[in-house]
């Protein structure tokens, strides 16, 4: 029997044995392109494609949107009213909250409307129309006006999203905005029209020792027992249009809300997620894969780790620092733990055997079709990845110290201010003083702590030296020359003396600027040194990416081709923050010999993870005193208990968090969180066996918001059977 044939018969298998995850988080446009509707109705949805997404009508895609930067929201009642992660709104609670109103401890509960909280800065945005502009791009490089390099430069795009949207029905809407994107590193060409909303204000928030239960230990973790999620809502114009922060603003009338399902699910049932993962790279090489480990996690895992030691002990030592760096410290340190577990990951499920294989496939696949630019696409891209390798590492290193030390100097603009000074130009001279009068409350903000962060700078420059080595930036030459290595002094120093380091000395600056001034200054010549590094080096990137355009194009597009011939399957695109389906079921796993792990939680785990002198586990006394009573309610499971959390087989990834986890019929049973140590390459490679999204029961959402929260006005919003 051939290969084909015997992966054919694997294939009906999927669809007649138990349940199996599902690789793909698939474009909305493409589910009909592709026939993935009708693989996903095999696997048990009730809906058409129509119902998920739809032109030219109302679907649940109007009911999911992109909550704030880099996260997933979903409309759960008629009056705009936005379910997301308790991580994804930590920022906002971070900034309502002071020693005073300590909402990150507390909790947040409105009592009604005007109780609600505005937050500058949160958008909310959903996706009008996803528009197959293949064509057009194709046409142009079949016509000689650009190259197939010159169709993925972000210039060339631009323009042609400008363009399209010029003779759109989309032109002149208020709130309307676009993008215009590749897929399969250009082989597809997707137009998105996106309506943004920029009032939304906080409603409801559980404390922290429940929307963050477990912290560190158990994040990326499964079993686990975090209520992620808190409630926010949309407001807008007297017309349903969006705009900026009005009083007169009203709760936004939705022409989509998801309905809540209370009836739960057993192993095996049907499970979708719609969203916005944020980046994935399936289609990648061995030698790629083995650059991401060591140029961007390694020295990631090294540098956070350094800054979050700083970070723990100045938190746990003070409230005011605590709240001040809790959403920058959550931030750091997810991604912190993703990288190392995702290196483990690797290792542990074989992803570079794996990687090898496929290249092995592939060429076979290239001989058979007789394709000369398949045959060398793989050694083409390789060879550029040695030095690639090396730049990309320094990059990390650059790029991860410059983040975590937030103490800088605005070299460009006092280059700018002297500059007029010289020319005599007194409107751009004042002009620029004006921009750092701004720029210096952007640094000294108030989630900024002078001290906190020269106690960073202090665990990181060292570090990053060591770390980039001789490629190190050039302001080092001034700790070795001028203060004989000692970090210390030189830290004491910049953070003390610079023309940033507060206000008496920029006003001492400004009164006498000068050139000479400027060189002398310890945090212009840091600054000054730490962006013409990353500058240097993101020219050398950007040049490599532009040499590896096509072939990735070329490679990805045999990818493809080949799981059709041997598999009949369609291949997904690598994730890019646009709105994704992907489906699945609920689903136990065993991560090891010996160790099963069942497909849900309830708030008996809570109880016994109890730890009061941990600060990660403390279980709030109402908690307890409505388990005591086993006061549940109707959210409650048949058998009595309190359920929390659940995994799927759903393929996520960062970017997902917040997302919709709907049943067959598109009511919504939970709100996904994470994903599980053991697959943490998934990104890289997806493994039908370990994949695994971690949700929070929609039922214990409910009971919190109801029986802790207080809030059954929110729970008389919604739409929720039985």
């Known amino acids: 029997m051939n290969k084909l044939k015997v992966r054919l018969i694997a294939l009906a298998l999927m669809f007649t044995g138990a349940a199996q995850a599902d690789e793909g988080m698939w474009l909305l446009q493409m589910m009909e392109e592709q026939n993935s509707i009708e693989l996903m109705q095999k696997a048990g949805l009730e809906l058409n494609a129509n119902d998920l997404y739809n032109p030219g009508g109302v679907a649940l895609k109007d009911a999911v949107g992109i909550f704030g930067g880099g996260c997933t929201g979903e409309i759960i009642s008629g009056q705009g009213l936005i379910l997301t992660n308790h991580h994804c709104g930590y920022e906002s609670i971070q900034q309502h909250s002071s020693v005073e109103h300590d909402y990150l401890t507390d909790g947040f509960w409105a009592e009604t409307m005007e109780d609600e909280l505005p937050c500058p800065g949160l958008e909310f945005r959903f996706i009008d129309k996803i528009v197959d502009v293949t064509g057009i791009v194709n046409d142009r490089i079949q016509s000689g006006q650009i190259t197939e390099s010159e169709s993925l430069d972000y210039v060339f795009l631009d323009n042609l999203r400008k363009e399209l949207y010029e003779n759109s029905e989309y032109k002149g809407k208020p709130g309307i905005v676009t993008e215009l994107l590749p897929f399969y590193a250009g082989n597809k060409y997707y137009m998105f029209y996106i309506k943004v909303y920029e009032d939304i204000r906080m409603v409801a928030a559980p404390p922290s020792s429940i929307g963050k239960f477990g912290g560190e230990t158990d994040n990326w973790m499964w079993p686990r027992h975090t209520c992620d999620f808190s409630v926010f809502r949309i407001y807008a114009n007297a017309d349903g249009e969006p705009c900026e922060y009005s009083e007169d603003n009203v709760p936004l009338k939705t022409d989509k809300h998801l309905t809540i399902s209370l009836g739960g699910y057993e192993e095996g049932d049907y499970a979708m997620i719609m969203g916005f993962p944020g980046s ?42 605590r709240i001040q760096y809790a959403s920058k410290f959550a931030s750091s340190s997810n991604y912190w733990k993703n990288a190392i577990g995702m290196n483990k990951a690797i290792i542990d499920n074989k992803v570079l055997e794996q990687k090898d294989q496929q290249e092995k496939d592939f060429a076979r696949f290239a001989n058979e079709q007789g394709n000369d630019a398949y045959k060398t696409v793989v050694n083409e891209i390789d060879s550029h990845i040695k030095e690639a390798t090396e730049m990309t590492y320094l990059w990390t290193c650059g790029i991860e110290t410059f983040m975590a030390v937030e103490f800088r100097t605005p070299s460009q603009l006092l280059d700018e201010l002297i500059r007029a000074k010289e020319a005599g130009d007194e409107d751009q001279f004042e002009g620029a003083k004006a921009k750092l009068d701004v720029v210096y409350d952007q640094i000294h903000n108030k989630d900024y702590d002078h001290g906190v962060d020269k106690q960073v700078a202090k665990a990181v420059l060292p570090l990053y030296a060591k770390l980039a080595g001789s490629s190190k930036p050039d302001f080092y030459d001034i700790v070795e020359n001028e203060y004989k290595g000692d970090y210390d002094k030189f830290i004491d120093d910049l953070y003390a003396r610079s023309i940033f380091s507060n206000r008496d000395n920029l006003a001492k600056f400004l009164k006498k600027p000068s050139e000479k001034a400027l060189n002398k200054d310890l945090g212009y010549r840091f600054s000054k040194s730490m962006s013409n590094n990353l500058i240097n080096i993101s020219a050398f990137m950007a040049k490599m990416e532009e040499t590896l355009a096509v072939p990735h194009k070329t490679y ?29 079921n609920v689903k136990s796993y065993d991560p090891m010999d010996a160790v099963h792990y069942g497909y849900y939680t309830t708030l008996d785990g809570v109880m016994e993870k109890e730890d009061p002198e941990n600060p990660e586990f403390v279980v709030p006394d109402k908690l307890k005193e409505l388990y005591a009573a086993k006061d549940f309610g109707q959210y409650a499971m048949p058998d009595g208990r309190m359920p929390v959390a659940f995994i799927t087989t759903n393929d996520i990834t960062g970017g997902n968090s917040g997302s919709p986890i709907l049943d067959s019929k598109g009511r919504l049973i939970g709100c996904a969180f994470d994903g599980n140590w053991e697959s943490l390459s998934g990104d890289i490679h997806f493994d039908n066996d370990l994949q695994r999204c971690i949700g929070v029961d929609i039922r214990y959402v409910l009971f919190i918001i109801d029986k802790l929260g207080g809030c059954q006005r929110l729970i008389d919003e919604m739409t929720i059977e039985n």
């Open 280 to 321: 994935t790279s399936r289609y990648l090489t061995r030698s790629e894969v083995e650059m991401m480990m060591s140029s961007e996690n390694e020295p990631r895992i090294a540098i956070r780790d350094a800054r979050l030691n700083v970070l723990r002990d100045v938190m746990a030592a003070s409230d005011k620092v």
């Open 556 to 584: 990805i597009r045999g990818l493809c081709e080949m799981k059709q011939a041997y598999e009949n399957l369609p291949s997904a695109p690598d994730a890019n923050f646009t709105i994704r389906l992907t489906y699945g």
